[in-house]
């Protein structure tokens, strides 16, 4: 299990719960000990107003089952909006019976319990920090109705929205110049700028830009486009960067955002337990000095994982630029016009995969073989037989990857990296292997070989790898 001071502390005395960190010091033998927030809250605590932990994305940090982890990670990202918990345990090829007991043992709670508590924190949020109203608060955080919301609000917090809104303060609202802005909290070193350049590099034409410090795409939701923006800090109110990231989205509609601000902090990897990865490679006589010289440096995630599927087999054999080059013009043939952004380098969103699995790509300057990969590729994710949720564990999804035409482990690893599995490696990518050749000394296993001593964390050093490089 993580150690204490990964925990929530509940005190019995106070009938309060505090995150980790929290200035507050509670006689140790009034402390209850919780994994994740819901289950404070489910046993009857209240969030600390000194910390207030609903101001950060629910801490899950316990070594646990794999499978339970996947779990908590599908239902941060949606994976119960509209959806029963048999549905879930069905994506993880389980009884949902199984599933409701290992959740209970290892983390809590119930699913749908973690669920509720994530929604209402969330919207707690949306209460401080926008101007949205309490209506669009409710659907925002995935709720179904507004008594739903009530009600949950209630049970978490002990007021209502109308109370909480009242209660806010003054430095928690941010006002959008157009659009929604949100603070994206992390609790972690951050090498921004690093995760900045690895975009710019692979950004594709048309749909990904970087400039001044800012990352921005095109997005689709429920069929119309939208925009994203994401910096560093609050730059436009002069408080210093380091502790969250700025997210100002033009958005065609905000029902479900909890959900898609889920997928933008999977972007600069938020979430990423990398001080737990820090601290198991730091030692590493290879790869422990360029660790501790970089802290902040990880695996940058992705918005669209079909997206990056597609990007990554453009860039089989083939330099990052020329994978650019050839991305931009697919986007191009077969992606949807986005009008008023050219400014911004912005022209279209990003073909789906059911718009793939059936274009013609003669014209776009691919070999034939590349051109059935794709395709390949885009069926299997259009009919559901490749799921790009990480929902599979690390080698079945590269055997599912592999089983395609034209795809081997180079792309299954480079993939299973931008989708955050941390022990995704491609050992037979040439930027590892130069740093590799570079870092090393004297007769030395190959690079594979090597790895095997980085596991379960072989992902965050080819991330460092590569910024060597």
Known sequence: MSTPTDAYSAVVTTGIYCRPGCTARPTAANVRRYWVAAAAEAA?????????????????????????CRAVQLILEGALEGQTEDALASRLNMSARNLRRLFNQHVGVTPAQL???????????LLDDTDLSVTDIAFAAGFGSTRQFNRAVRDIFRA????LRARRRKADRLVADGGLLLRLPYDRPLDWPHTLAYLAARATPGVESVANGVYRRTVVIDGDPGVIELFEGDRERGVAAGSHLLLRAHLPHWGGLIHFVE????????????AEANAALSSDPLIGPIIVARPGVSQPGAWDPFEVGVRT???????VASASTTSGRLVRALGIPVRGLTAFGLTHTFPTAETLAFADLSDLGLTRARAAAVQSFASAVAEGRLPLDNSQPLDDFATAVMALPGLGPWTAHVLAFRLGERDAFPSSDLGLRRAYERLKSGPTPSLEERSEAWRPWRAHAAAHLWAAN
């Not at 209502?160 to 109370?163: F, L, M, N, Y």
Request: net charge positive.
């Open 44 to 68: 009857g605590f209240r969030a600390c107003l000194r910390c207030r932990p609903y101001r950060r994305r629910q801490l899950v940090r316990w070594d646990g089952p794999e499978l339970i």
């Open 115 to 125: 669920a509720r508590s994530s929604r209402t924190h969330f919207a707690r949020r």
């Open 160 to 163: 209502t929205p109308g109370e």
């Open 263 to 274: 997928r933008v902090r999977r972007i600069a990897a938020l979430d990423f337990p990398i």
């Open 313 to 319: 087999i453009l860039g089989q054999q083939a330099s």
